[in-house]
């Protein structure tokens, strides 16, 4: 059919969903929802799912297989909420601060701590997203796609 062989013939449908599930988990108030089992993550890797079958309709997958395209959608989400969170906490941490001068010092502190543990994310969301994005694929495979599925 023209795809590679092996995860990544995954790529860049798993890496829309996931770029959609990231740029919907960093959009304040819609973040909510990465509460609920990180939702926006995993509608990111049914997404990236759905998308490989229209492309490949007669293709069928082990389990295996769509956790490794919701691993690679949960990976990129994690990287894209860590960076966009960071950029909005320091952009709305900077914007409150100019906004309410008579806050008081501990406040101000702790709103410049929240801004920095943002930093730790980069490093940690992308293993958490990955993670729940392999049981988001293995999920939709056995929930959504169950007649794509090899065996």
């Given amino acids: 059919m023209g795809n590679p062989a092996g995860?990544?013939?995954?790529?860049?449908?798993?890496?829309?969903g996931g770029a959609v599930g990231g740029v919907v988990a960093s959009i304040p108030?819609?973040?909510?929802?990465?509460?609920?089992?990180c939702l926006p993550n995993l509608l990111?890797?049914?997404l990236g799912l759905s998308l490989y079958f229209r492309e490949n309709p007669e293709e069928r997958i082990p389990t295996s297989d769509a956790a490794?395209?919701?691993?690679?959608?949960?990976?990129l989400?994690?990287?894209?909420?860590?960076?966009l969170g960071l950029i909005i906490n320091v952009v709305l941490g900077g914007l409150m601060a100019t906004l309410f001068n008579h806050v008081p010092p501990e406040l101000r502190r702790a709103m410049a701590q929240s801004a920095a543990g943002g930093v730790f994310?980069?490093?940690?969301?992308?293993?958490?997203?990955?993670?729940?994005g392999a049981l988001g694929g293995f999920l939709a495979m056995e929930l959504?796609?169950?007649d794509?599925?090899?065996g």
């Fill in 121 to 132: 994310g980069i490093f940690i969301y992308p293993f958490i997203y990955g993670g729940w």
């Fill in 68 to 75: 490794i395209s919701g691993a690679i959608s949960g990976l």
């Fill in 77 to 83: 989400c994690g990287v894209l909420v860590a960076v």
């Fill in 148 to 150: 794509r599925k090899l």
């Fill in 7 to 16: 995860p990544m013939r995954f790529l860049k449908t798993a890496l829309i």
């Fill in 144 to 146: 959504f796609h169950k």
């Fill in 29 to 37: 108030v819609l973040n909510l929802l990465t509460c609920c089992f």
């Fill in 44 to 46: 990111g890797v049914f």
